[in-house]
Every structure is written in C-alpha cells, then in structure tokens.
C-alpha cells in the first residue's frame, strides 16, 4: 500500500509537471532549454551514454571541459559522437584554492589575481586548440562559484559568457552575458547522489511558476556524467520526455548570443 501510494504520488507530480509546462506555453511561448555537463576531460562510457541520450532527443549539449586535465582524444571522439555538442571551459584544474574554512572555489581563494588569469588563458587556448569552432568562451566556475575580482578580468580573456548555478536572471554584465544553470540533478552533500525525483519535479515547478520569472529565461538543466547512477538516468530520460512534450531545447550558441563558425 505504502508503495502503490508513493508512486501514485509521483505520477501526479509529473502530471503537475505537466500542467505547469502546458500553462507557461500558453502565456509566453515554449520554454527554452538548455542542458550544461559538467567536468568533462576524456570520452568514457558515461560520457557516450549522455552524448547518445542528447542526440535522441535532439538536445544540443554544452559541456563544460577542464583544460588541465584534457585528454586530447576527446576533441575527436566529439567529432565522431552524433548530435549537437559545444565545449565550454571549466576553469582550468578544477583544483580547490579556498581559504582554511571558506568553501571549495578554484576562481578565487589562496590564489593571486595575475597566476589564475594566466592559467585561464592558457586553459582557453588550450581547448580552442583541440575543439575549434566547438569551442564557445563561456567560464563555467568548478564549484560553481567566481570572485569578483576573477569575474571582471573575463572580458579581456576573451569570454564572451559566464554559467554558474542559482536563480539570478540571465543578464549582460558589460561584455559577459551571464546564464545560469537552474536544477541539478544531484546532491553533492556526503558525496554526489541522485537528488530525488521529487524534489528535482518541486524545484522544477517552483522555478516555472515563480512569479516574477523573466518568462523569456532559458531553463538551465544541470547534470555531471561521472556520478550518474542508475536512479539518475532513468529520471533524466523521463525528465526530458516530459519537458520536450512543451519545452524547445536551445544551444549554449543561442543562450549566450554567439554566433559560431561553422568548420
């Protein structure tokens, strides 16, 4: 009984899901969708699983690759994967540079201004190198997180944007256009786990029907390949069966208005 009552639950949940997409394409439109993997270095079969459940669903994909660590059979492996598949640069060696005490950041803490810009720059060269027009200028902090004073140097680095994590509205900050990811898939206190289908589904519906949303936001769908299990695919393929039914899934070119060779 218990069970019967919990997954009727949940199929209502979707079905509120459901509701809640069909009511925001009524007012405003489809919703817009964009998916960002983070912590890409090599091709595994994690990451294959992904690229081929992108492709099946006609999801451009935006991973976010560490340059340090770059293994550089990936640039050919994306090559050969099917689907649409930009590269975005993860820092540089997703390497914790926090303060004793504060929280794990590599864009910031311990480290002085002038080395971690060199280090970003050479990051990007080194992934616009291997992925060329696959390549896209966008930082994506590990940890999700930048100081100040790293933000402000992005534009004479090159980068065009900046994607993080939270509920901040997508805005241009001079020459950087700043769009966040808004759901992820897991939970990373006590090391990473899937987050569960029912608070993914609530977060998901409070974000849709916030009322002060900029109804014209992309939604930023969050995940990291190498921590996947098994509960976590299965809800990504209904996740993303449910939002395509009214949502159009849009690449990290159009989010950050970057208009990309085609080579």
Known sequence: MVCEGRERGMDEAWAALDEALEKRARANGRLRLWWRDDD????????????????????PLALAVIPAGLDPRLAGALRDAGGEIAVLQHGFAHRNAALPGGRAVELG???????????????????????GPRFHPVMVPPWNRIEPRIAEALPDLGFRGLSAFGADAERRDGDVRVAHAHLDVLRWKGGAHFAGEAKLLAETRLWLEHPTKDRAACFGLLTHHLDHDEATWDFLERFLTHLLRHARPVSAAEVFGLEVARG
């Open 40 to 59: 890409a270095v090599r091709w595994t079969p994690a990451l294959a699983r992904l690229v081929a459940l992108a492709e099946r669903f006609g999801a």
């Open 109 to 131: 803490g311990d480290r002085e201004t002038p080395d971690l810009v060199r280090d970003l720059a050479m990051g990007r060269e080194t992934l616009q190198a291997a992925f």
